[in-house]
């Protein structure tokens, strides 16, 4: 794992080209201030090309003096490099397809012209004295050996940076190791990984790539971005400190907060069982599970809810168990002692929660232990405190 991992989140730019999502100037301010204030280092922020208003919004983001460097993105024009110039930003971000599809089909260009282009553009972009990315488009698909040539070129004409983009989501954990390890073999400029979810391994392949070399990981709050967007910035975060034990100097307890603030902001609400800042994530219901977390907290779950701000919670449903019951009626401030009352009512609560597909409120868990109580016991011996 390289010392000096770095986020850069594009949440304001590849977050934003969602379909349907459009942030306004003060929820793009909103978000990029929380960003900061959690210790997020980059940010990419907007498309100058996209014309002077979104300029005005880069600048407005500039002008709030954040404790991050900022990037701009455009493709390897001169005219977009001209926009970007009229940017407060730290960095330019400037993408050209490299694969013979994108060029062949997209395009209609050959290999030799984005060479050119990368030589003509990335020396003039250099000149002006801040720092350049250039970014390879479809580098997943491109052929290794002209991906490394192109990458060579960029260094070579004074690029600070590389960005390899699974633009299509087309890899697994394994070749994006083996691609990015290649890549570090050709150059020794820092190496960004952009990784899309298209088949579910955007933070696998992102956390791959840091593995084999790239210094710098591209996400988005949610995993928000085109399609199925791009590599979450809470599970890359969460994951290079469990899995690959280093740290992204991301405060871990803003997490959560973060991850609301984009959903309100984009219209797009986090899924229940949505990993890290999902609902569902710390709570429990199985009588196995709850009985094995009373005992240990280890037993079933990976690191400590605390980490994020959060606490763990158990409902009552289908698969609860006796200790689950107790444990909500304790909450409640009745005792169960009687194991046949328990029984009664987990009976009571696992035909609830098949019914009304919802966990019994605490008014319901009432009603069901005087419904109880009025039942015969054969174990009356038992006492209710």
């Given at each position: 794992?390289?010392?000096?991992?770095?986020?850069?989140?594009?949440?304001?730019?590849?977050?934003?080209?969602?379909a349907?999502?459009?942030?306004?100037?003060d929820?793009?301010?909103?978000?990029?201030?929380?960003?900061?204030?959690?210790?997020?280092?980059?940010?990419?922020?907007?498309?100058?090309?996209?014309?002077?208003?979104?300029?005005?919004?880069?600048?407005?983001?500039?002008?709030?003096?954040?404790?991050?460097?900022?990037?701009?993105?455009?493709?390897?024009?001169?005219?977009?490099?001209?926009?970007a110039?009229?940017?407060q930003?730290?960095?330019?971000?400037?993408?050209?397809?490299?694969?013979?599809?994108?060029?062949?089909?997209?395009?209609?260009?050959?290999?030799?012209?984005?060479?050119?282009?990368v030589?003509?553009?990335?020396?003039?972009?250099v000149?002006?004295g801040?720092?350049?990315?250039?970014?390879?488009?479809?580098?997943?698909?491109?052929?290794?050996?002209?991906?490394?040539?192109?990458?060579?070129?960029?260094?070579?004409?004074?690029?600070?940076?590389?960005?390899?983009a699974?633009t299509?989501?087309?890899?697994?954990?394994?070749?994006?190791?083996?691609?990015?390890a290649?890549?570090?073999?050709?150059?020794?400029?820092?190496?960004?990984?952009?990784?899309?979810?298209?088949l579910?391994?955007?933070?696998?392949?992102?956390?791959?790539?840091?593995?084999?070399?790239?210094?710098?990981?591209?996400?988005?709050?949610?995993?928000?971005?085109?399609?199925?967007?791009?590599?979450?910035?809470e599970?890359?975060?969460?994951?290079?400190?469990?899995?690959?034990?280093?740290?992204?100097?991301?405060?871990?307890?803003?997490?959560?907060?973060?991850?609301c603030?984009?959903?309100?902001?984009s219209?797009?609400?986090v899924?229940?069982?949505?990993?890290?800042?999902?609902?569902?994530?710390?709570t429990?219901?199985?009588g196995?599970?709850?009985?094995?977390?009373?005992?240990?907290?280890?037993?079933?779950?990976?690191?400590?809810?605390?980490?994020?701000?959060r606490?763990?919670?158990?409902?009552?449903g289908?698969?609860?168990?006796?200790?689950?019951?107790?444990?909500?009626?304790?909450?409640?401030?009745?005792a169960?002692?009687?194991?046949?009352?328990?029984?009664r009512?987990?009976?009571?609560?696992?035909?609830?929660?098949?019914?009304?597909?919802?966990?019994?409120?605490?008014?319901?868990?009432?009603?069901?232990?005087?419904?109880?109580?009025?039942?015969?016991?054969?174990?009356?011996?038992?006492?209710l405190?």
């Open positions: 794992m390289p010392q000096n991992l770095i986020i850069n989140d594009t949440t304001l730019r590849d977050g934003e080209q969602t349907g999502v459009a942030f306004t100037v929820e793009k301010c909103a978000i990029a201030s929380t960003l900061a204030a959690a210790g997020v280092p980059e940010m990419e922020i907007g498309i100058p090309a996209m014309g002077d208003e979104e300029i005005d919004c880069i600048n407005t983001i500039a002008a709030l003096d954040l404790p991050a460097a900022l990037m701009v993105w455009g493709r390897l024009t001169e005219g977009d490099l001209a926009r110039m009229r940017c930003a730290d960095i330019v971000h400037l993408s050209i397809p490299v694969s013979d599809i994108h060029l062949q089909h997209k395009l209609r260009q050959s290999r030799e012209w984005v060479l050119t282009q030589t003509q553009v990335i020396e003039k972009a000149a002006t801040r720092k350049i990315s250039l970014g390879l488009e479809d580098a997943s698909r491109a052929d290794a050996g002209f991906l490394a040539l192109v990458a060579r070129r960029a260094q070579a004409c004074g690029a600070s940076r590389i960005r390899f699974d299509l989501g087309v890899l697994d954990p394994f070749t994006t190791y083996e691609a990015v290649r890549l570090r073999e050709a150059v020794d400029i820092e190496i960004e990984i952009h990784a899309h979810n298209d579910g391994l955007a933070t696998a392949n992102t956390l791959a790539a840091l593995r084999g070399g790239a210094t710098h990981a591209n996400t988005t709050v949610n995993g928000l971005g085109e399609r199925a967007g791009n590599a979450a910035l599970e890359v975060v969460m994951g290079v400190r469990h899995l690959h034990h280093a740290d992204t100097g991301v405060d871990t307890q803003a997490l959560v907060a973060i991850s603030l984009v959903a309100r902001a219209g797009r609400q899924a229940f069982n949505k990993s890290i800042v999902g609902e569902a994530v710390f429990h219901e199985s196995i599970h709850i009985d094995g977390l009373l005992k240990n907290a280890a037993t079933y779950e990976s690191f400590d809810p605390s980490e994020l701000g606490q763990r919670r158990t409902v009552l289908k698969h609860s168990g006796s200790q689950a019951v107790r444990q909500a009626y304790g909450l409640l401030g009745v169960l002692d009687d194991d046949a009352l328990t029984a009512l987990l009976t009571r609560i696992r035909d609830h929660a098949m019914r009304v597909k919802q966990e019994a409120t605490a008014d319901e868990l009432r009603s069901f232990l005087l419904a109880s109580l009025e039942m015969p016991s054969p174990l009356s011996s038992g006492r405190a």
